[in-house]
């Protein structure tokens, strides 16, 4: 049976040899190695990097998922296992689930012939990018699960804490940008040009106005510029400018409502000053949705296994692609307290590694009760 210092070890292991989004080639070697030391089957599916692990027997199944990628951020904490690929770090701990879920893995494996039913144990990749789930789902290793159930740490819980709510507990994460082409011109003949830059102050003015005028005072979304640029000197009026930013939302009829809106300005300020505007709008992943009853059950089972539980009154602003699968799956995606100064995908992140002592036992308790339900 590994012990919490096989835990560890795996998590170090992971977090000093850090892969970026659809490139965990090695880390996808590193699991399979793992698993195989303890005779855990892989599912033969059409992933180049993550992997589908099983265990049991029967017809009915759950799922227990983890992510597996890094982020493209220089580590500024100092260990003996620090990030030895530059310009990569677990600065979202995603090292931290997979240790946990392999610790899952292995322990479901020992009692294998007491389940009732198979456990498939989800290694992903790609969530940073939002579609690393929907990959997995599209496979059809899924279909029929009769649960699927995830963790994220969370740096402002302590350890031993543990959070979730029912129904919506994450906002979809949207992409949107703003490609403005004028025509440039010396500074002191305006006239013979068309200026992006008065077309730039207009748009970012009415896109901040999409949420306070558009939407009720008891709705909720964001609607966020991240990204300007126009022009490179003091005397020349530019040719183009460029806006990108970011819409977090709960509900899909706001979501439709801001794209639309972000179109209509787009297309309304080309024709009132004569510019072209490219709007792109990118849909990455959806609002995480827990299945009520099985929010019931976590709640349960984290008691059960010694987490001080709370209920959360609202959801999260943050992006979490699970939605691949909560969307399409019965599912419940929860919060534990991994206790980090800085939060995540800070390049300071550096979470309490005692959050491994009760993840696996939250999983392996939680397997057991759905696959003996009727």
Not at 88 to 108: E, N, P
Not at 313 to 324: A, C, M, Y
Request: contains cysteine; glycine residues 8%; proline residues 3%.
């Amino acid at each position: 049976m590994p012990q919490y210092e096989d835990y560890i070890n795996w998590r170090r292991t992971f977090h000093q040899y850090p892969e970026l989004s659809d490139a965990e080639y090695e880390t996808t070697k590193r699991i399979k190695r793992i698993l195989a030391s303890y005779d855990i089957k892989v599912l033969d599916l059409p992933l180049e990097t993550g992997l589908v692990a099983e265990v049991g027997q029967g017809d009915q199944f759950v799922a227990v998922r983890t992510d597996i990628d890094a982020l493209p951020i220089d580590e500024q904490v100092k260990h003996e296992f620090t990030s030895t690929n530059e310009g990569a770090m677990h600065a979202c701990g995603h090292d931290i689930h997979m240790a946990s879920v392999l610790g899952v893995a292995v322990r479901l494996k020992e009692i294998e012939n007491q389940l009732n039913g198979r456990v498939r144990i989800i290694f992903q990749a790609a969530e940073e990018l939002g579609y690393g789930a929907v990959k997995v789902a599209n496979t059809g290793a899924i279909d029929g699960a009769k649960a699927v159930l995830s963790y994220h740490n969370y740096p402002t819980l302590d350890i031993g804490e543990f959070a979730v709510k029912s129904g919506v507990i994450t906002s979809s994460v949207d992409r949107f940008e703003f490609k403005i082409k004028g025509k440039g011109a010396h500074a002191a003949k305006p006239e013979q040009g068309k200026d992006p830059m008065i077309v730039l102050g207009q748009l970012i003015n009415s896109v901040q106005s999409i949420v306070s005028r558009n939407l009720s005072a008891f709705d909720n979304a964001v609607v966020t510029i991240g990204e300007v640029s126009c022009g490179n000197t003091w005397n020349v009026i530019a040719d183009e400018a460029y806006v990108q930013g970011t819409v977090r939302s709960f509900d899909e009829d706001k979501r439709v409502l801001i794209e639309e809106r972000l179109r209509a300005i787009g297309s309304g300020l080309a024709e009132v000053f004569g510019v072209d505007i490219e709007t792109s709008y990118h849909r990455l992943p959806g609002a995480v949705v827990n299945d009520e009853q099985l929010t019931n059950d976590a709640i349960a089972i984290a008691k059960e296994v010694g987490y001080n539980v709370s209920v959360m009154d609202k959801p999260l602003t943050i992006g979490e692609d699970f939605s691949g699968f909560s969307n399409k799956y019965p599912s419940v995606f929860v919060f534990i307290g991994s206790n980090s100064e800085y939060d995540l995908h800070h390049p300071k992140y550096d979470p309490d590694e005692r959050i491994l002592e009760k993840v696996p036992d939250y999983f392996v308790t939680f397997v057991q009760k759905l696959l003996n339900e009727n």
